[in-house]
């Protein structure tokens, strides 16, 4: 496989929206862009990070010191947690704005990157609250400069221009999408990830799989969606049972975080539809629900309803973890079948969920801002009724 012409402690380049250093290693990249970074006058900045994790991997430890050596000074907000709340951001916006912050270093996951984002916008529109983002009051046209260091592999926010957080006293989960909002500089070093617990691996790869099948499957998918997506299929079928077996696989790790990588540059394209748009309800009214096992449970029932429309692509970019698919039921099954061989056979039940909690999810994913986007370009007509029947598929 062309894998083993790849020197995984090589450090490169690569160009999407968001100049990436990616590579064992790339950590150290942070000295060079904390240079440009003070070169420019960004000689103040917010870290935004959850409690342990940007210490725990080593990253915070390097970052430091590159802020130190170039001068910037920085405050650190280290209150995001997973399924991150517009109520923290605005802690975070305050603390940034009083800081004088210039810009915007987010460790972690997908969390700190999108509170960062979130930040990012509020630091230019300093009247506006995350609500008003998250309700859509208003259209941000400009940010504050984004550093991402990606600690995980699987939300692929690190190069796209996406952002999720919860309005908790809504029980809403809306995504914005804004150009303004895609990072500067993103660094994905895969030495930072072999930390990750056997549930988290397991996770964020399974998010990035339902990145790409929803990207290669909605009404504006692409060509370049669909070639993305067989590619992080293909990756995460090989290297995802050898990261579970050995955490500290840097080679597994590395093709995992390039298979993340591809699947955010992926739905930045294709976008993304029904698994997205019915799991942020889930997330949103069990906070504690892990946003990749959410869309683990949904995918094979999301995978039966668009088969119909999109039977081609799917046999295509699913097939490394299918095989041979004959028909819609056997395309979910088989879905299910790999989601229970990396440790992932979890129902809606499993995680607390009830019948009767269909009617409130079903109305969840109608009225949260921004999913309507996303259902209308669902492959097949996305009523409350095909919603319902998702839901109920995966009880």
């Not at 790790?253 to 698994?275: E, I, K, P, Q, S």
């Not at 959410?294 to 973890?321: C, D, Q, R, S, W």
Request: overall charge negative.
């Amino acid at each position: 496989m062309w894998e083993n012409d790849i020197d995984i402690h090589e450090v490169r380049e690569i160009r999407t929206r968001t100049c990436v250093y990616f590579g064992c290693g790339a950590i150290k990249k942070i000295n060079d862009i904390a240079y440009d970074f003070k070169t420019k006058g960004l000689d103040r900045v917010i870290v935004m990070s959850g409690k342990n994790a940007y210490k725990a991997t080593g990253a915070w430890d390097v970052v430091e010191q590159a802020l130190k050596d170039n001068g910037i000074a920085y405050v650190n907000y280290d209150g995001v947690t997973p399924n991150p709340t517009t109520t923290a951001v605005n802690e975070a916006a305050k603390i940034a704005k009083d800081f004088g912050a210039k810009a915007v270093i987010a460790i972690g996951g997908g969390s700190p990157t999108d509170a960062g984002k979130s930040v990012a916008i509020l630091l230019k529109y300093p009247d506006k609250t995350a609500n008003d983002i998250y309700e859509f009051t208003f259209t941000p046209d400009e940010a504050a400069p984004i550093v991402a260091i990606n600690l995980t592999h699987g939300t692929g926010t690190e190069t796209n221009r996406f952002a999720v957080v919860t309005i908790p006293e809504k029980d809403y989960k809306p995504a914005i999408a804004y150009d303004c909002i895609y990072p500067t500089y993103a660094i994905d070093d895969p030495a930072l990830m072999v930390k990750l617990s056997p549930k988290q691996t397991r996770f964020v790869s399974i998010d990035a799989v339902n990145h790409v099948v929803e990207a290669a499957t909605s009404k504006v998918a692409s060509p370049y969606a669909v070639t993305l997506a067989r590619e992080v299929i293909e990756l995460v079928s090989k290297y995802l049972p050898k990261a579970i077996e050995n955490a500290e696989d840097l080679e597994a790790r590395y093709f995992l975080a390039y298979a993340a990588m591809l699947g955010g540059v992926c739905f930045d394209n294709g976008l993304l539809h029904y698994t997205h748009a019915l799991e942020h309800p889930l997330s949103a009214v069990k906070h504690e629900l892990s946003h990749g096992l959410g869309l683990a449970i949904l995918l094979p029932a999301v995978v039966k309803n668009i088969y119909p429309a999109k039977a081609e692509t799917l046999k295509y970019i699913l097939e490394p973890i299918t095989g041979e698919i004959i028909c819609a039921e056997d395309a979910s099954a088989k879905v299910y079948e790999w989601l229970k061989s990396v440790g992932v056979p979890s129902k809606l039940k499993d995680e607390g969920f009830a019948e009767s909690d269909i009617p409130n999810l079903v109305n969840l994913a109608f009225t949260t801002p921004s999913l309507d986007g996303l259902l209308a370009i669902a492959p097949t007509e996305a009523t409350p009724k095909a919603v319902e029947e998702i839901y109920r598929d995966s009880l």
